[in-house]
């Protein structure tokens, strides 16, 4: 079976060590807070300029002050920081966030993703994504493995405009975990009960399959 | 109590004192996220003054009807140079028409372009965006094996700001994630005018906490403020 947005959540979360410093994209990889090991404790960055993001605020701690790159209403954790923009992209561009996990429309075999970006549609812009992918230590990309009509987004070559070039290692898809190097998608988990049939049909890039692919765990 | 030095108090008491100065065709740096930390008397004054040919350097444009949003109202806006848009309808359809032009600038790369101007420092190298449409046309060059992009700096006429208190002297004080672009904004106006929640007289802030430094700034007015929600999310 697929993985929902949830179990796709859960899988990242594995990823997470323990003093890491991640800034978290909207969709899926927001939702990968909710499942960040109980042993462990790491520190969301959030673009707009605050270290230490914590929950969304209950009716009396609501604040317009505090807000998330998404403009959502959230609350700061305990050892938190808050400071500008210039700052805050010192930190993503100078290498400084451990863990970048965004969404994407496509990913190719060289490490390119598209995810802002669909043309002769409105274009609303591409926000931190750009700084996002261009200065973090390690990225993460989870999105669907195929669109709704089946179509990979897993490719030789992205067709649409990038967002970055070279940037991707890691990719978390509803069916795989996968890497990307040697200008190929290595396949190195599937989903509980996914083959590695299903997985190949719906890659059209590259795929190196390994004798052995195991079950993701959760 | 001591005496403020009239050459230093900036603060000024109209909107129209405030803005005064601001003419069609000129370039304004705003700052804010969204709605939050947007100087909101001084976007209304500017609506006021019908201001037109407007190129406005925001990360947003507010929404339909607040914050920059409402400049949008009698087409004042010809640029914006922004990360993301779109969060309003007339927006879009000024976009669509050909009156509104937008020039999309990655997050990281305005704020950048915005405290680099301030600084004095025209332009500048980055990997952000190399590979991508926002590289292309651009001057690149490799350090050390990895590629970057020549990006220019800016400047504006005028930065409009919000901070939380402001002394007269024009030393800012921002509160929580309303501070945003507002410091690197400050920097880059030729005429930089800072709208304040509470305005203290010198000596009240303490030194070494001030965000944006009296120098930086030529107009300090009080000012009052809705402070919009734009997406209220409770803990369930």
Known sequence: MALSREQIAMRVAQEFQDGDYVNLGIGIPTLA?????????????SENGLLGMGPNPTEEQLDADMINAGKETVTAVTGASIFNSAESFAMIRGGHVDFTVLGAFEVDVSGNIASWMIP????????????????????????THADKHGNSKLLQQCTLPLTGVNCITRIITDLAVL???????YLSE?????SVEEIQAKTAGELVVPEHVPEMQF | MELVMAGFDKVVNSYAEAMAGLQDNMTVLAGGFGLCGIPEGLITQMKLMQTKGLTIVSN?????????????????????????VGENALFEQ???????????????????KMRAGGAGIPAFYTATGYGTPVGEGKESREFNGRPYILEESITGDFAII????????????????????????????????VEVEHIVEPGELEPSQIHTPGIYVDRVIQGSFEKRIERKVVAK
């Open chain 1, 120 to 143: 002769n549609k409105l274009i609303k812009g591409m926000g931190g994504a750009m700084d996002l992918v261009a200065g973090a230590k390690n990225i993460i990309v989870t999105m």
């Open chain 1, 33 to 45: 807070a909710n499942y960040v090991p109980a042993d462990i404790q790491v520190m969301l960055q």
């Open chain 1, 179 to 185: 890497e990307v190097k040697n200008q190929a998608f």
């Open chain 2, 94 to 112: 000024q976009l669509l028409n050909g009156e509104l032009e937008v020039e999309l600038t990655p997050q990281g790369t305005l704020a950048e």
């Open chain 2, 60 to 84: 947003n444009c507010g929404v339909d009807g607040f914050g920059l949003g409402i400049l949008l109202e009698d087409k004042q806006i010809k640029k914006m140079i922004s990360s993301y």
């Open chain 1, 190 to 194: 599937r989903a509980p009960g996914v």
């Open chain 2, 162 to 193: 919000k901070a939380y208190k402001a002394d007269r002297y024009g030393n800012c004080i921002y509160r929580h994630t309303a501070q945003n672009f507002n410091p690197m904004a400050a920097t880059a106006g030729k005429i930089t005018v």
